[in-house]
């Protein structure tokens, strides 16, 4: 679920602004999974722009406080995840640590990374929810680390139906910045897309796997 649907639309804007999400319905993008997608999003490119970077820190500080309140430590996912959640992190005044996609094969073997104690309160960082399963791996680390996981917020979801029931089944709320639907909204506000590409981009949401198969 988006925070705040004003709010969602300028992040949208952001992003379609320096191309860090790119949509192109009629030349679909391919992913690693094979799917075909009319959308590619990279929201690292965000970092490169000071204004836009500054914008969505402060989206982040105001989600995670009017939502989950300030707690006491906020958490990255790697590896998109991390260079938000250092920002976020420096702007709130909290110690920041960061969960690996895999635990450390030398040394102690750490999944998560920094100093925290345990029972501490903590939100996570993510740039992007696709499916939710390697931020629920990540809420899975910190829960076995025995901090109190509050929720997760994400600068992006596609909006898929798996997310949001895999979220719903690890018990951990969720929140995003902006999401396909409102970004979708954006781009034909500010013509990024015509008024015709609005039925393609809508059935791969609802069905990419199938879309996969048409496109």
């Given amino acids: 679920m988006i925070d705040n649907k004003d709010n969602a639309l300028k992040i949208a804007e952001v992003l379609?602004?320096?191309?860090?999400?790119?949509?192109?319905?009629?030349q679909p993008f391919t992913w690693a999974s094979g799917w075909k997608s009319p959308i590619y999003c990279d929201n690292r490119v965000t970092l490169s722009y000071p204004k836009e970077r500054t914008h969505i820190r402060q989206a982040f500080v105001e989600a995670i406080l009017n939502r989950f309140g300030k707690p006491d430590v906020i958490a990255g996912v790697a590896t998109g995840g991390i260079p938000q959640g250092a920002l976020v992190a420096q702007e709130l005044g909290l110690p920041f640590i960061y969960i690996r996609s895999a635990a450390k094969g030398h040394g102690l073997g750490n999944m998560v990374e920094g100093h925290y104690e345990k029972g501490q309160r903590v939100v996570l960082i993510e740039d992007l929810i696709s499916t939710g399963g390697s931020s629920l791996k990540a809420v899975d680390a910190l829960r076995e680390?025995?901090?109190?996981?509050?929720?997760?917020?994400?600068?992006?979801?596609?909006?898929?139906?798996?997310?949001?029931?895999?979220?719903?089944?690890s018990e951990c709320p969720f929140i995003t910045l902006t999401d396909y639907s409102v970004l979708i909204e954006q781009a034909l506000n500010s013509n990024f897309i015509a008024k015709a590409d609005l039925t393609l981009l809508q059935s791969w949401r609802e069905n990419p796997s199938v879309w996969n198969q048409v496109h």
Avoid at 16 to 21: I, N, Q, R, W
Avoid at 147 to 165: H, M
């Fill in 145 to 169: 680390a025995e901090l109190d996981v509050k929720g997760l917020v994400a600068i992006f979801s596609y909006g898929f139906k798996e997310a949001a029931d895999n979220f719903k089944l």
């Fill in 16 to 26: 379609l602004k320096v191309k860090a999400v790119k949509l192109q319905p009629n």
